[in-house]
């Protein structure tokens, strides 16, 4: 993380419409330097887009360090509306296998539909092994918002649990997940 942190302050910020000496900023800047989030190639980051279920399976997987093994688990998922040949279906098998991600209900994932902010902050629980934490403190999505907040996940940002999150929302609680101990 230290290093990380040497990189984003050494690295010529590359996004026109997110300003580097802010808290978003510097979320960004640490999270596209790692390759976990990156923007655009008309050098904008568009932080007040919203993530979809898609890019945060790719988002997880990359903040874990699974890009490789995402690229290799490229193909056929389970799920009926996951194209073998769509961009994320090997960040949506790995997320999904880790029971990180959780489809729709029917066989559908619905990669293109919005994450929300509950959905963001549980896949990040998840992800860095909270879960059980989660669980005993009421579960979805009461106990893993609860988690998020008592680890500091949550610092420095604010949603509600059932709006569509924002990409710069997701670069905070990302960059605060990347420096909470996993269990």
């Not at 904008?44 to 399976?57: G, L, W, Y």
Request: aromatic share 8%.
């Amino acid at each position: 993380l230290a290093f990380a942190m040497i990189l984003s302050m050494g690295s010529v910020f590359a996004y026109s419409d997110v300003e580097e000496g802010t808290t978003v900023g510097q979320a960004v800047g640490i999270l596209s330097n790692l390759d976990i989030l990156n923007g655009y190639e008309d050098g904008t980051f568009r932080p007040d887009e919203t993530v979809t279920r898609a890019q945060m399976a790719a988002i997880i997987c990359r903040m874990l360090g699974y890009e490789d093994q995402a690229q290799s688990s490229m193909g056929s998922t389970v799920f009926t509306d996951v194209e073998a040949d769509h961009w994320a279906s090997g960040y949506i098998n790995l997320a999904s296998q880790q029971g990180i991600i959780n489809g729709k209900g029917n066989g559908m994932f619905d990669p293109e539909g919005n994450v929300t902010y509950a959905e963001a902050v549980k896949m990040l629980v998840v992800a860095i092994g909270y879960e059980p934490m989660a669980a005993t403190k009421g579960g979805w999505p009461t106990g893993y918002l609860s988690v998020a907040n008592s680890t500091k996940m949550t610092a420095g940002v604010g949603g509600a649990a059932d709006v569509a999150a924002l990409r710069s929302t997701v670069a905070m609680l990302t960059a605060n997940a990347i420096e909470i101990p996993v269990m």
